[in-house]
Every structure is written in structure tokens, then in C-alpha cells.
């Protein structure tokens, strides 16, 4: 875990294409992310999210087939490798134990 | 999503020029995906949004797209790797030089200094080649030689023609050839007298010419109009020098000048400054300080301007299209005939394109100065050959280097590398050795400019040098040196098979001990050229300069007064004055003193065979005591005296030369005959042994010294050689009191007369120099070569002393190898810088013989040089601690 350096925003998209299976390329991805997420974002900073977490290995990707409304392009879609699935569970739990040291009375006190 | 609307955006493509943005910039496996998706997202927005917010939101989107993971980059292209290739071999290249600091210095110094000398070599070359150049009608501009068709029975050669001739060929000139367009005249060089309030100066370089100077030269006129400037008598150009010399800051135009008379062409008078130009440029090969007009000259003495006989111009002129020399110079016979009326003339002319006035020339009596061609070659070969030498030593050192660099060279192969590579890199490396070496030369030529400007009399500018002309000249030339010096080494050392070098086999031959050889054979040829030729250039200078002149020249102080009519009044008094003062010995007037200008006459005289035969010859008209004053020895006959009052009008002197050009093997017989010269008839009353009044580099040719003591423009005195000082300023006295209108200049005879090798003693000076760094550049090869022989022979020196060798033994057998080529060199250079040196005599109608003693003095100097700078090595070689060198490894 130490070295894997996942910035939030790139987690949000590693996530996304987890969640996103099969459908997972850029204006899908970024369709999902802004309904969440509820702001604007551009293809340029999910591309570059991507194209980082490739370099690292937390994704892998493949051509998928080229429609009309892309101007006959292809898509790329994008899939979660195993480390990446690894990588996210472990900071999930690390997220879920830190959630469970805090204090419940801390949690408390501050309602008051 | 509905179908007809899907369709429908289709019409609406993207804006184009992000789109072509994104493709040059995106890295191409991205683009795509990206492409697509940008498409995508553009087809949706314009379900919403009309073609423009949707095209707006495209090209923000796109230009979003810039950031460093998705563009095309450089490093991490496929050139990665040649990169790092390269970073490595800069590095072995450092560290080479750098471990090596002795060779590298070697190296790059010489180089330097080599390429240093060519620069230079080159500037003066190029200063040279570039007179007149600035005219920008310069292709069109030709000049008129004039000349005569007879024949000097003497020699059975033509004679010389000359630039300076006859005035009316001018107008005819333009009467006659519609293919020329301006003809431009002007007088011979004269000096006047010009005077405004108290500066008085004699000025010299003074051309009365005609208006039509502006047309034909680029002359830049800064005030006053080029048409009329020189059109009215009396008016007067001057250059911002002499503009400044006279005026100040003064506006000058419109001013008056008083002027002196000028000898034949002009009267005393006032000129008006009626222009201001630049000074003429110092690569002009005629220049001047001020210019009349010539209608100063025609007003007085209209009659020349018409008489074909008269000498007294310079004609040049500017011809259009239309114009072909060939067809000019076939014109030219029936040209002569139509204007000169006399049918027996000799006279011709010939015509000369501006573009070889100044070096190509070979007619006498020119406006200015001229180059020499001859020089030029054989600087450019010195420079040539001494690039030569230097590209050697970078050679040798390289090749004898090599075995040390054999097992770099195997590694690299058997890692991998390309022959090519290697070569790439052995070259490369010679080629930052170069550039290193040539920015070192850029720093010694600005060093050296200010010696070279004093040697030459020329301005240099490091500009003339470093321009954008030759940038890509000199860039050319760094790498045709780097690859010429670097060839040997890459092509060699890439050869060498991977195998053999490293299991250490190494033969002598595989570090090229041959062609090391050959190299320093080579190289010591030209140093021993160059020495045997540095030392025949002394001697020939030093044999003219102490050759007996058949005068005196020494402690004679010349007084110039220009022909003023009223010193020679008062000459008489002049010298009784001068005469009382003890430290004069002797003074005399004359028209011309040896080394300055005469003019040349035609003399009639009665032959052996009675009948009167004319010729030309130069004349020296002379003062009562000229030929005792200068110690001409008489060979027959009298001198002039006052005890014969009609040797005033009717006696003449004469040469040897010129008794022989009437055909009087001995001179007593020339004694009685008659004469008639200048509308003067007498007899010849005595003949002078032939004395050398122009330089040597010509024989002595015939000459009359009429007695003519009126026409006189110089008062020489001879004086003592103590306290020359306290003499000069007596006589400045005496001239005061008595002529004290006449500024006091005065020279002396044996500088005036040196002043005639000028341009010989540059090419003794620059030659000498070159010679000398050529012959320090191949010591300094030597000297890498011993060095590094020494090291390699290390421990067999070391065995040798072990079993008994003592240091003389052990320095015979370090220097033996190298003296052998040197004495073959001595032999190559001997034939070849004779024969070469025999050429560059020819110039010199009195020249040394060349001697076998100087080849051996050349050689032995060659020989002690190289046994100096290989002892240095060797002999600490030889007294080296056998233990030491034994036992490393």
C-alpha cells in the first residue's frame, strides 16, 4: 500500500470503471462521474485519470467497437486489473477501521 | 434519443482547427479514443445546445486536453536511446581529454594556432582580393594603358606601357565608342599647397579630376552635388579627414582654400570647397585626400588637353552593354590612326578592367599602389600548409593513441556497436577537439590583430572575419577539418577486430607507425621549406638593402618645396647659408632624387655612326652639384661647373646605360657628340657610372641628367651624423628666414628610398612569422610523439638499464628513429623550396645566389629543433628509475 499514490479524483474513476463493467470508456466514464459526483468535469482530466492508472497498472484496456456518433473512432474500453481491485478493497478497509476507531463518544459529544 | 434528431446533427460537423490542433500535439495511440470521444460528447451537447455553445464547449474541452500524460514527447519518443548514445560518448570524450591534459593541449593549441594563422592568412588574402570591390559599377569600369609599339633592341622586349598618358584620348574616347557611356580623367598625383588662416599644409594626394568622377567610382559625397561639384574651375572636393584638417567643425562648403601653384597645372589661386566625401576607402588601389577639377588644369594650360604627346592623365572609363572588349580592342589600331595625326607613331593603347588594377597589373607608372599576386598564393599556401601541419599532429597523436583506445573500441563491438557508430564517434570527438581549437584561434586572432594591422599598414576587423557570409564558410570548415583530422583515427580504430585486441595481441603496424611516419616525414618537409626559405627572404632583403647603390644615401636629408618658383629664386643664397653651417657638408637642388618620381624624355643623339637617333629615357633634371653632392662617380668627361657658363643650355650627363641604349660600348667615346633634348641642343660632356635610382627589383635603366637647376622641387643636404637633431632644427632656421612662406618638410633619403620595399618587408615580416608558428606546430607534434613513444617503450628502457645501457645509449635510441625522418625530410624539402625560392628571386633584378650552405643550415636547424624537443622526453626517459618502470602493472 505504501507506494501506490491513488490521488482521490483518480480513485472516484477506478472506482467508476469497476462499477461501469463492460461499458467502461471515456464518455461513459465521465457520464457516471458527473451524475455522482454532480459537477462538470472534462474529457481531458478523466483522459489523463486514465492514462495515469494504465502507466501504473491499475487498468488495462482494449479497443471496443467504433458507432456513427463517434465519427467511426472506437472506443477504448477500460477494465480493473486484479492489484487495482486489491489496491481499492485495502484502502476501503483501511477507510472502514479508521470509520470504526473513531471514538463513538467523540462522535457524540460533538452532537451536543 | 430520436432518431431524426440523431441524424440531423450529423450535418453539424466539429469546428476543424482544434480538431488539426489536437492531431499534431496528442501522441498518436491516443488519439482515437480521444478523437471519438470528443466526438461523441460533441453530437450530444447538440441535442441540447445550439452548433455554436456546442462547438465552444468542443474547443474549451480540447485545449483541456493539453496536459504533459497525453501529449507527443520528445524523451520518450523512439530517440531515447541514441540520446543516452550520445551523452556516453561525450563523456568518454571528456574524460579523454581531460586524462590526458598534455595531449589535449597539444592538440588543441596546435590546432589552434594553425587555425589562427589560416584566419589571418586569410583576412590579409581576402583585404587583398578585395580592392575596388566597393564600386558598384565596378564591372563596367575599364582604364586606358597606354603604350608604344616599338620595340627595346636591348632586351628584344615591348616596353612597359604605362597607366599614365596622354589627355586628349578622353573626349575621343567618348566621341568615337557609343558603348561608353562616361569617361573620367584626371591628373597625374599632385601636392599643393593649401592654406586657410594659419594651417598651412603641403597636401599631397591631390588628383585634378573631371566631374564625371561621381558617375563612374562610388565615392560617397556627403555635402554638395555630385553633378556639379567638380565642374567649375577652381572648386575642390575634399575628404572628411582633410575637410576636418582644415575647417574643424567648420561647415566647410562654400569656403575658400588659398592654394600654391601646382607645377604645370594649375596657378595660385583660391579653390571653393564645393563637395565633402568619405575618405577613400582603404582597399582603393588609388586614393587621395582632395580632388579639383580638372577645368582648374584646362583653364591653365588648355594646349595639353590637345597635344597627344603630353603625359599628364589618368583615364578610366564606363562602358554599357553594349560593350565587348574583344571587339574594343580590334578597334583600336583604326581608333589611333583617325586621331593621331602623325603617321610614324609608335603609340598604342591598350584597356584594363578595373577588376585587375590592383593585383593583375603589370603596367608602370600607376595612380597608387598595387598588390602582388605571387604573394597572395604563396601566403595562402603557407596558410595551407600550415593548417597542414597542425591537422598532422592531431593525427599522429591520435593514431599513436590508438592501442590505448583499441580496448574500448573492442568492447563497445563486442557489446554491439556499429562500425558506423564508432566511426560517428571518433569523429564527433574530433570534431569537439576542433571546435574547441577553433573557438581558441577566434581569441588569438583578436590577440593578434592589432600586430597584424601594424605589420600589413591594412585595417583588420574581427568582423571581416565572423559575419553571416562566412559563418556557414567557417562551419564548412570545421567540419572538413574534423574530418579530415578524424578520419584516420575512425576508420582505422572501428577496424580493428574485436578478437585479437582483446586477447592483447597488438602489433606495431595496427597503431598506423607507418603513416606516423609518412606524417612527420611530411610535415618536417614543409618545416624545412620553410626555414631554408624564411632564411633566403632575409638574406635577399638584407643583399638589397646594403647593396652599393652607386650614391650616397646615407645621412642625406631631403627638403621637399614642391617647385616653388620662388625658393629656387633665392637657391643660390639657400646654399651659401646652408653650406656655412659646419654640420652640412653639401647641398644640391634637383627635380627628382633617387627613389622619388622623374619623368621620362625624349632624347635625340648623335650616334657612333654619326647619324642622330631618338630614344626615351627617364631624366633627372639636376642643380649645378647634384653629381658631386650624391657621389656619382664619372666614368668620362666633366662634370657641370660654373667655371663653363653655357653648360646652363648646352651640356649633358648622361649613363653608362644610356651611352650603351646609342650603342657606345665605351663611354669616352660619347664625349663631344651632340644632343638635342627638350628644345635644348649641346654636347655630352660627361657619362656617370650606372647608380641604382628606382629599386632593385629593376635594373639600372639608361638616364640623362640635364643640367636644369629652375625646375627644381628638392634641396637634399648632407650632413653629419652627430647631433642630427640640433642640425635639423638649424636648418629649419635658415629655411625660415629665407623661403619663410614654404612649410619646412623634410625627410631622409635612405628611408624615402627603403620606402620603395615596403611591400617587402611585409612579405618578409608575415612570412618569417608564419614560418616560425608553422615550425613550432610540428615541435609540438614531436614533442606528443616522443612523449608518448617513450611511454609505450617504458619498460623496454627500463630492461636496457638493468643490463647495463647508461643514458646516452637509451637517449641515441629515442632520438634515432626521429632523426632518420628528419634527415629524409631535408632531403624532400631541398629540390622543392629551391626551386620555389628561385621563382620568388625573380622579382629582384638584383638577387643573391642561393647557396647548398642553407638547405644544410635549414636541416641542421631542423635537426637541433627536433633533437631539443624529443631530448626533453627522452632523457627523462632514459633517467628513469628502472625499478619504477619495471614493476607498474
Not at chain 2, 594553425?114 to 564591372?139: P, W
Not at chain 2, 597589373?361 to 598588390?371: D, K, L, S, V, Y
Not at chain 2, 633584378?845 to 636541416?859: D, N
Amino acid at each position: 500500500m505504501k507506494k501506490t499514490k491513488l490521488g482521490e479524483f483518480e480513485e472516484f474513476v477506478l472506482l467508476t470503471v469497476a462499477a461501469l463493467q463492460r461499458e467502461a470508456y471515456g464518455v461513459e466514464i465521465k457520464r457516471e462521474l458527473e451524475e455522482r459526483l454532480k459537477t462538470k468535469l472534462s474529457v481531458g482530466s478523466i483522459q489523463s485519470a486514465l492514462k495515469r492508472m494504465e502507466e501504473k497498472g491499475f487498468l488495462i484496456s482494449e479497443f471496443g467497437e467504433a458507432t456513427m456518433k463517434r465519427g467511426g473512432k472506437r472506443k477504448r474500453i477500460y477494465h480493473t486489473t486484479s492489484y487495482a481491485r486489491k489496491v481499492l478493497s485495502e484502502m476501503r478497509e483501511i477507510r472502514a477501521g479508521l470509520w470504526e476507531a473513531i471514538p463513538k463518544l467523540a462522535h457524540e459529544l460533538k452532537l451536543i | 434519443m430520436i432518431q431524426s434528431n440523431d441524424t440531423d446533427s450529423y450535418r453539424h460537423q466539429p469546428p476543424k482547427w482544434p480538431l488539426r490542433l489536437l492531431r499534431f500535439f496528442l501522441k498518436k495511440e491516443y488519439l482515437e479514443e480521444i478523437e471519438g470521444d470528443m466526438e461523441e460528447i460533441f453530437r450530444e451537447n447538440l441535442q441540447q445546445h445550439s452548433l455554436k455553445i456546442a462547438s465552444r464547449i468542443y474547443t474549451w474541452d480540447i485545449l483541456k486536453l493539453f496536459r504533459p500524460i497525453l501529449l507527443k514527447n520528445i524523451r520518450q519518443t523512439s530517440t531515447l536511446i541514441p540520446f543516452a548514445m550520445l551523452e556516453n560518448y561525450f563523456k568518454i570524450a571528456w574524460r579523454n581529454l581531460i586524462k590526458k591534459t598534455a595531449y589535449s593541449v597539444i592538440n588543441i593549441l596546435g590546432l589552434a594556432l594553425g587555425i589562427a594563422c589560416c584566419f589571418l592568412i586569410f583576412m590579409f588574402v581576402q583585404d587583398e582580393l578585395s580592392y575596388d570591390n566597393y564600386h558598384t559599377k565596378r564591372d563596367r569600369i575599364y582604364r586606358v594603358i597606354h603604350g608604344s609599339k616599338s620595340v627595346d633592341s636591348s632586351t628584344g622586349k615591348s616596353y612597359p606601357f604605362w597607366v599614365w598618358g596622354n589627355g586628349p584620348i578622353g573626349p575621343a574616347l567618348t566621341a568615337e565608342f557609343p558603348e561608353i557611356d562616361k569617361v573620367v580623367q584626371f591628373s597625374g598625383r599632385a601636392d599643393i599647397l593649401l592654406s586657410k588662416e594659419d594651417k598651412v599644409y603641403q597636401e599631397d594626394g591631390i588628383f585634378f579630376m573631371d566631374s564625371t568622377a561621381f558617375d563612374v567610382f562610388t565615392w560617397e559625397l556627403l555635402r554638395g552635388d555630385p553633378k556639379t561639384a567638380l565642374a567649375a574651375p577652381y572648386s575642390i572636393v575634399l575628404t572628411e579627414t582633410t575637410a576636418r584638417k582644415y575647417f574643424g567643425n567648420e561647415d566647410p562648403l562654400g569656403k575658400l582654400l588659398k592654394a600654391g601653384q601646382s607645377a604645370g597645372r594649375s596657378r595660385e589661386g583660391h579653390f571653393t570647397v564645393t563637395g565633402i566625401m568619405k575618405d577613400v576607402p582603404s582597399n582603393s588601389h588609388f586614393r587621395f585626400n582632395v580632388l579639383a577639377s580638372m577645368s582648374t588644369f584646362k583653364i591653365t594650360r588648355p594646349e595639353v588637353f590637345e597635344d597627344w604627346g603630353y603625359v599628364d592623365f589618368y583615364t578610366y572609363f564606363l562602358v554599357n552593354e553594349k560593350f565587348d572588349r574583344a571587339a574594343f580592342e580590334k578597334k583600336i589600331p583604326d581608333f589611333i590612326a583617325r586621331n593621331r595625326r602623325e603617321p610614324d607613331s609608335e603609340y598604342t593603347f591598350g584597356i584594363e578592367p578595373l577588376k585587375e588594377v590592383y593585383l593583375r597589373t603589370e603596367a608602370e607608372r600607376q595612380p597608387g599602389e598595387t598588390g602582388s599576386l605571387p604573394n597572395i598564393y604563396v601566403f595562402s599556401i603557407i596558410g595551407v600548409f600550415i593548417l597542414a601541419i597542425a591537422i598532422i599532429n592531431f593525427m599522429n597523436l591520435s593514431t599513436a593513441r590508438s592501442m590505448e583506445r583499441a580496448k574500448e573500441v573492442a568492447i563497445r563491438k563486442s557489446i554491439g556497436a556499429y562500425r558506423s557508430s564508432l566511426i560517428f564517434q571518433f569523429l564527433g570527438e574530433s570534431f569537439i577537439i576542433v571546435l574547441m581549437a577553433m573557438l581558441v584561434a577566434l581569441i588569438l586572432v583578436a590577440l593578434a590583430m592589432p600586430s597584424m594591422e601594424d605589420f600589413t599598414d591594412k585595417v583588420f576587423m574581427i568582423q571581416d572575419l565572423v559575419n553571416w557570409q562566412t559563418i556557414p564558410v567557417l562551419l564548412g570548415g570545421l567540419l572538413v577539418i574534423s574530418i579530415v583530422a578524424g578520419s584516420y583515427p575512425a576508420l582505422a580504430l572501428s577496424g580493428f577486430g574485436t578478437v585479437t585486441v582483446l586477447k592483447g595481441i597488438t602489433k606495431s603496424n595496427m597503431g598506423g607507425a607507418n603513416l606516423r611516419k609518412a606524417l612527420v616525414i611530411f610535415q618536417f618537409s614543409l618545416s624545412i621549406a620553410l626555414i631554408a626559405g624564411t632564411i633566403i627572404v632575409y638574406m635577399q632583403m638584407n643583399h638589397v638593402l646594403d647593396k652599393e647603390l652607386g650614391f650616397d644615401k646615407e645621412h642625406i636629408l631631403v627638403l621637399d618645396y614642391n617647385y616653388d618658383g620662388a625658393v629656387n629664386e633665392k637657391s643660390e643664397a639657400l646654399r651659401i647659408e646652408m653650406e656655412a653651417n659646419p654640420a652640412i657638408l653639401s647641398a644640391a637642388f634637383s627635380r627628382s632624387v633617387p627613389g622619388s618620381y622623374f619623368p621620362n624624355a625624349y632624347t635625340v643623339l648623335q650616334s657612333g655612326d654619326g647619324e642622330m637617333q631618338g630614344l626615351g629615357q627617364p631624366i633627372f633634371q639636376v642643380g649645378m652639384d647634384f653629381i658631386t653632392h650624391f657621389g656619382l662617380k664619372l666614368v668620362a668627361g666633366r662634370s657641370y661647373s660654373r667655371d663653363f657658363p653655357s653648360d646652363s643650355s648646352k651640356a649633358l650627363v648622361i649613363n653608362e646605360a644610356a651611352a650603351r641604349q646609342y650603342g657606345y660600348t665605351n663611354p669616352a667615346d660619347v664625349i663631344g657628340k651632340k644632343f638635342s633634348q627638350w628644345g635644348r641642343e649641346g654636347e655630352v660632356i660627361g657619362v656617370v657610372k650606372d647608380f641604382n635610382y628606382i629599386s632593385l627589383h629593376r635594373t639600372i635603366e639608361p638616364l640623362t641628367l640635364p643640367l636644369a637647376p629652375y625646375e627644381s622641387r628638392y634641396l637634399s643636404l648632407k650632413i653629419k651624423s652627430d647631433d642630427i637633431a640640433r642640425t635639423i632644427e638649424d636648418v629649419s632656421a635658415i629655411w625660415s628666414k629665407l623661403v619663410p612662406h614654404r612649410p619646412f618638410l623634410y625627410s631622409f633619403l635612405d628611408e624615402d628610398f627603403n620606402r620603395q620595399y615596403k611591400s617587402d618587408f611585409i612579405f618578409r615580416k608575415l612570412f618569417t612569422t608564419f614560418s616560425c608558428l608553422a615550425i613550432f606546430i610540428a615541435c609540438l607534434g614531436l614533442l606528443g610523439l616522443a612523449t608518448y613513444t617513450a611511454q609505450q617503450r617504458t619498460k623496454e628502457i627500463g630492461i636496457r638499464k638493468v643490463l647495463g645501457a647508461d643514458v646516452r645509449n637509451i637517449v641515441a635510441l629515442l632520438s634515432k628513429d626521429f632523426i632518420k625522418l628528419v634527415i629524409v625530410s631535408i632531403l624532400i624539402a631541398t629540390p622543392i623550396s629551391w626551386y620555389y625560392m628561385n621563382q620568388w628571386l625573380e622579382g629582384f633584378a638584383y638577387r643573391m645566389e642561393i647557396k647548398a650552405w642553407i638547405f644544410g643550415l635549414a636541416g641542421l636547424a631542423a635537426v637541433v629543433i627536433a633533437v631539443f624537443t624529443i631530448s626533453f622526453q627522452s632523457l627523462r626517459s632514459a633517467r628513469m628509475n628502472p625499478v619504477s618502470s619495471l614493476r607498474s602493472e
